[in-house]
């Protein structure tokens, strides 16, 4: 270090001798600016999210089920409707038997008959056990399990007569036939046939099984001018109906199809066939 000519001695200066003027960076509000949106229309509407679309399945469903629930709604509707049309249900009774002239010899036996026949009213116990079981094999074997209408039988029967087999086939239990003997026509309506189904529940809720069977027993046609069991037994063979054997219970069982047609008087070859399919499914 040089010395001055003061003689002082004077420190090195390392600072710049041109002074850089001091820049500031005033906030002028830039955080708070946004970046510039897109002009929107007056009318535009905030777009709503999309529904997922149903699959094939989905839409299939949902028609069937409208379709169940109104098939539901008009089907309680139409039975209402026949129910109001029948008389009222405190008011229905068996009917009693049509009368018939019964001419007889000295000896007791019968010489001639004006009128149809029905036979003395006999009860199941009378009866041999196998006599009532053919008639519940092939009219209806769940009998026991329903309550007058049978939906299972009435569903086959449909496939039956839809696809051919068999020939046309009915899904009436024993109940609904015993209704439309004591109360209906014999005509084939719908109406008729709706009747009929209401009937059967009825006569399910005021009596047992066994006594909708007996009644069925006693009243139901069995062709040639004859009802009933009894008349019956004693028309086609000769004694009472609580001596007949399985083969002649069978032939009375399989008269329910087609009386005229089996009648074993009129056609023994076909009511002997027919008697063969009843035991059959026994």
Known sequence: MKKGSSGTRREPDFAPSVRVPEVRVESSGFENE?????????????SKPKRPRRSLFGHLFYWCFTLGIWALVGGVALIAYYATQLPPIDQLAIPKRPPNIAILGE???????RGDTGGAAIHLDDLPAYLPKAFIAIEDRRFYSHHGVDPVGIFRALMRNVIGHGGMQGGSTLTQQLAKNLFLTQERT??????????????EHKYS???????YLNRVYFGSGVYGVEAAAQKYFGHDASAVSLQEAAVLAGLMKAPTKYAPNRNLQAANERAAQVIAVM
């Not at 946004?34 to 905030?46: E, I, M, V, Y």
């Not at 709706?194 to 529940?201: C, G, K, P, R, T």
């Not at 099984?209 to 009644?215: A, G, S, T």
């Open 34 to 46: 946004q970046p510039p949106r897109r002009a929107q229309s007056r009318n535009a509407r905030p």
């Open 209 to 215: 099984k066994n006594q909708i069977l007996e009644l």
């Open 107 to 113: 000896d007791g036996s019968m010489l001639a008959n």
């Open 190 to 203: 719908v109406s008729r046939n709706i009747q009929e189904a209401i009937l059967a529940v009825w006569l």
